[in-house]
């Protein structure tokens, strides 16, 4: 079996697993009380604060720890608006592909009067920072751009687009959530005034994550309740996912440089063989992407037959987000890039783990390569192409 689908979730490092079960063994009590047992669980509550911060350039001050991805999300982008709101500032710049929580956020924000700019990301999956800078009005309170998209992996030229804001004098949250262990971030060079992150997405546990937001920065409470998290996020924290979630990250950052070697030939071994097949095309910037992102379009098929045959032969893979798998909407994300429904809806993710061998790679593309001919065998819209009924696309 090969796990190709890492960007939806991964495995739990070793390490991380053993600092969740020494936690939830010996370190139960509640931080917040003020006898030994809290105490303790206190320290590595702020170990794991302070850990969190240093590996991307922050304070520990400055770390909000929360229940994943999607809740960072939606807290940094309330916050931002209701700032701007206060000033009168009720715009906001964002881009087409971004993952749901930020989008559902933002038309939540857009029923409340919130102007909202969505950028164009162009056919490679990559905004310019000058056109991020030609986006902003006098009005603009917030810029909240992915950091990796997690469906094509394209990589955003972040520290350029934070340095435009900056210029600006506007909010810039990034979406880190794809990013973070696999790309170096450091808050205060590339000017990220705000970051989401989620554990489960580097080999930490499911259900944590954390939102650096910079020192100044007033947040709004999602949660109210106690007075956990400086007062902006109520509930006794997530002490062992939250140690566990430090582990995990200190592990992926130690080894980007590593990873990053390993996975690129890979990478461009499994893309160079997907791309000999007739009539597919690589969703995404070849150059610019995640060292684990692998995401095709084949014509004349179905991405989602293609994922379940896949699974057959023993390979996880994903076709568009798991969040809309099982709709029949295509993917946001290629829409975005400009891919037309038909070929859309023919798409497959390889999201690769560390771990996976040149083997795998080899079994990978035959595997592929066999399930798209086996099912343009019988598929009427592949027929219909190939007879010159409809034209080829890719
Ligand atoms: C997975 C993901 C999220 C959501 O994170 P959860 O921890 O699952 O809530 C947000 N943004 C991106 C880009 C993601 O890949």
């Known amino acids: 079996m090969i796990y190709a689908d890492n960007a939806a979730t991964t495995k739990m ?33 702020e170990n794991a604060r302070e850990e969190v911060a240093s590996l991307i350039g922050a304070e520990p001050r400055e770390i909000l720890f929360t229940s994943g991805g999607s809740e960072a999300d939606n807290q940094a982008i309330i916050s931002a608006a209701k700032l701007g709101e206060k000033e009168g500032k009720k715009h906001i710049i964002s881009t087409a592909f971004e993952h749901h929580a930020v989008l559902h956020t933002l038309e939540k924000l857009k029923k409340e009067g919130f102007d909202i700019t969505l950028l164009d990301v162009h056919a490679n999956g990559i905004v310019l920072p000058e056109e991020v800078e030609a986006a902003i009005r006098e009005d603009t309170c917030l810029v909240t751009i992915m950091y990796a998209n997690n469906e094509i992996g394209t990589i955003q030229p972040i520290a350029e687009i ?137 014509e004349g098929i179905e991405g989602e037959s293609l994922l379940l045959l896949l699974d057959d032969k023993g390979v996880a893979a994903s076709s568009g987000s798991a969040c809309t798998s099982g709709s029949l909407d295509p993917s946001h994300v290629l829409l975005a890039i400009g891919r037309v429904h038909d070929v859309a809806h023919g798409s497959l993710r390889l999201s690769l783990g560390e771990d996976v061998t040149e083997e795998d790679a080899d079994y990978m593309i035959k595997a592929v390569k066999d399930t798209v001919e086996y099912l343009r065998s019988f598929s009427p819209v592949w027929r219909n192409l190939v007879a010159g009924k409809t034209p080829f696309i890719l």
């Open 162 to 298: 934070g340095a435009v804001c900056r210029k600006h004098g506007v909010l810039f949250h990034t979406d880190a959530v794809q990013a973070i262990g696999h790309v170096k971030i450091d808050v205060k060079e590339q000017n990220i005034d705000m970051l989401s992150a989620s554990a489960h997405k580097f080999h930490g546990p499911k259900g944590v994550g954390f939102l650096y937001a910079k020192k100044g920065i007033r947040l709004t409470n999602l949660i109210e309740g106690g007075a956990q998290e400086r007062g902006k996020r109520a509930g006794t924290e997530n002490v062992p996912g939250i140690a566990a979630m430090a582990t995990a990250l200190r592990e992926v950052v130690k080894d980007i440089d590593k990873n990053r070697e390993h996975l690129v030939p890979i990478r461009d071994k499994i893309i160079a063989g997907l791309a000999a097949i007739p009539h597919s095309a690589l969703n995404g910037d070849a150059a610019q992407r995640l060292p684990s992102n692998i995401n095709f379009c084949f």
């Open 13 to 45: 490092s070793e390490s991380a697993i053993q600092t969740l079960v020494a936690t939830i063994k010996e370190t139960y009590g509640n931080p917040s009380s003020l006898y030994e047992f809290g105490q303790k669980a206190k320290e590595v509550l």
